[in-house]
């Protein structure tokens, strides 16, 4: 059964500091894998997806890497902006399957 | 021009009581999915759709029915309503094959009380 972990569950930084979210997920043997974004009370916000054959992905000021073989991904934020502050999901595919598994998320507050 | 949309937004009724929860993409995919966000807001699957055929079911009550009239839409009803029940569902949709990411849905806050 895959498991997806995430850590730390709860950041705290000043603005302006690049910061890495971790997730890590226990079966290698995934299609893709995806990182959401959350705001309270909102819907999820897409922001990058790796293929599972793929190394990374980047946009704007987040790049996100995928180790598969080492069941682990990273989220980069560059130069972190207090609109950043959300949670952020890890979410990965199933081979095999279409189920999207998620993390319990981290959730990040940037402060001014 | 919403990608997946959900109505409605917000839901407050009585234990015991059926509703529904309706879910439409325009993005033309093949696939929706339900997810429920417990109050730990930990999301997890319950069902998935392919051009109208049930492809996940996971351990559900049986109180929860999906029903999709065609591929663009995929509805939630819940029949007597428990306590228990209240959370955010989200409905999703991608592409067939698992390979595509998936839209989400702003989600319904299901209150039951």
């Known amino acids: 059964k895959q498991e997806v972990t995430q850590i730390p569950a709860a950041l705290s930084v000043p603005e302006g500091e690049n910061l890495v979210l971790n997730c890590s997920f226990t079966?290698?043997?995934?299609?893709?894998l995806q990182w959401f974004r959350q705001d309270p009370g909102k819907g999820l916000t897409s922001l990058l997806l790796?293929?599972?054959?793929?190394r990374e992905q980047t946009s704007g000021r987040l790049n996100a890497s995928l180790d598969k073989s080492s069941g682990r991904s990273t989220l980069y934020i560059a130069a972190s902006q207090p609109g950043d502050s959300a949670t952020y999901l890890c979410a990965v595919v199933q081979g095999g399957s279409e189920k999207l598994v998620f993390g319990k998320g981290t959730k990040l507050t940037v402060n001014p | 021009d919403t990608a997946v949309s959900q109505t409605p937004k917000y839901l407050v009724t009585q234990m015991g009581n059926d509703k529904s929860i309706k879910c439409e993409q325009n993005l033309g995919h093949d696939t929706m999915y339900w997810y429920k966000q417990d109050s730990k807001k930990f999301l997890k699957i319950m069902f998935s759709?392919?051009?109208?055929?049930?492809?996940i079911n996971e351990t559900v009550p049986n109180r929860f029915s999906p029903k999709s009239p065609d591929k663009a839409h995929l509805n939630l009803h819940i029949n007597s309503l428990e306590l228990g029940d209240s959370a955010v569902y989200f409905c999703?949709?991608?592409?067939?094959?698992?390979?595509?990411?998936?839209?989400f849905g702003s989600g319904t806050r299901l209150t039951v009380v």
């Open positions: 790796i293929q599972s054959s793929q």
């Open positions: 759709y392919n051009n109208k055929e049930l492809i």
């Open positions: 079966d290698s043997a995934i299609y893709n």
């Open positions: 999703a949709s991608s592409r067939a094959g698992g390979n595509y990411g998936y839209t």
